[in-house]
């Protein structure tokens, strides 16, 4: 599913397991939407921070500060490293510089509980009440992308999950997002290869 040989999936793909199984995301639909997001973002797991991102999903700091607030096993260990922050007992999440507050997590066995935050609810948050449901919208199958890349027009299942990462942006790695989700798919339902190629799908 992530392609080549993947040398990091060996330390990081347990991690991801867990915390999808821990979110009840394990049906195939969902499971490829996710794991496309997470192959395209960290380059197939070799990369859980990059240029002010972090994450099994890629967030910029707002966003995993808030994903911490979320997720207890993130806040827990915010909570127990920063125990001289002034907010420590208020507001774990919001204590650590940059640095320091994002290699907690892009740690494998946190990054891909904030990425599957990001999924069930900080997509909403990111990119609006179009974004609340991502389950429901991966259920429909690869989908259609919309007239336009926007919230009054977000497109329909995988295309419409992938507007929502993307903060509804005309993102050039959609086109690569798309190919994940369909190798995904392809992975946990080899039928579904030979149904593009019956509906004369390019491949």
Same mark, same amino acid.
């Given at each position: 599913?992530?392609?080549?040989?993947?040398?990091?999936?060996?330390?990081? $793909?347990?991690?991801?397991?867990?915390?999808?199984?821990?979110?009840?995301?394990?049906?195939?639909?969902?499971?490829?939407?996710?794991?496309?997001?997470?192959?395209?973002d960290?380059?197939?797991?070799?990369?859980?921070?990059?240029?002010g991102?972090?994450?099994?999903?890629h967030m910029?700091?707002?966003?995993?500060?808030?994903?911490?607030?979320?997720v207890?096993?993130?806040?827990t260990?915010?909570?127990?490293?920063?125990?001289g922050? $002034?907010?420590?007992?208020?507001?774990?999440?919001?204590c650590g510089?940059?640095?320091?507050?994002s290699?907690?997590?892009?740690?494998?066995?946190? $990054?891909?509980?904030?990425?599957?935050?990001?999924?069930? $609810?900080?997509?909403?948050?990111?990119?609006?009440?179009?974004?609340?449901?991502?389950?429901?919208?991966?259920?429909?199958?690869?989908g259609?992308?919309?007239?336009?890349?926007?919230?009054?027009?977000?497109?329909?299942g995988?295309?419409?999950?992938?507007?929502?990462?993307?903060?509804?942006?005309?993102?050039?790695?959609t086109?690569q997002?798309v190919?994940?989700?369909?190798?995904?798919?392809?992975?946990?339902?080899?039928?579904?290869?030979?149904?593009?190629?019956?509906?004369?799908?390019?491949?």
């Amino acid at each position: 599913m992530m392609g080549g040989s993947c040398p990091d999936c060996a330390d990081n $793909a347990p991690h991801l397991i867990v915390a999808m199984r821990e979110a009840n995301m394990s049906c195939p639909l969902i499971a490829s939407a996710f794991i496309a997001l997470v192959r395209h973002d960290t380059a197939a797991l070799s990369s859980l921070k990059t240029a002010g991102l972090a994450g099994g999903v890629h967030m910029n700091e707002t966003m995993w500060r808030t994903a911490c607030r979320s997720v207890p096993a993130i806040k827990t260990e915010f909570a127990s490293l920063f125990l001289g922050c $002034a907010t420590v007992a208020s507001d774990p999440c919001a204590c650590g510089t940059e640095e320091a507050a994002s290699d907690i997590i892009a740690r494998p066995e946190l $990054a891909f509980k904030a990425g599957v935050w990001w999924f069930t $609810a900080g997509a909403e948050t990111q990119s609006g009440a179009p974004c609340s449901d991502l389950a429901s919208d991966a259920s429909v199958g690869v989908g259609v992308r919309g007239a336009s890349v926007s919230t009054s027009t977000p497109g329909t299942g995988f295309h419409k999950i992938v507007n929502c990462r993307t903060g509804f942006d005309d993102d050039p790695g959609t086109a690569q997002r798309v190919r994940y989700y369909e190798a995904a798919r392809q992975f946990f339902t080899p039928s579904f290869g030979m149904l593009r190629w019956w509906q004369g799908t390019p491949m």
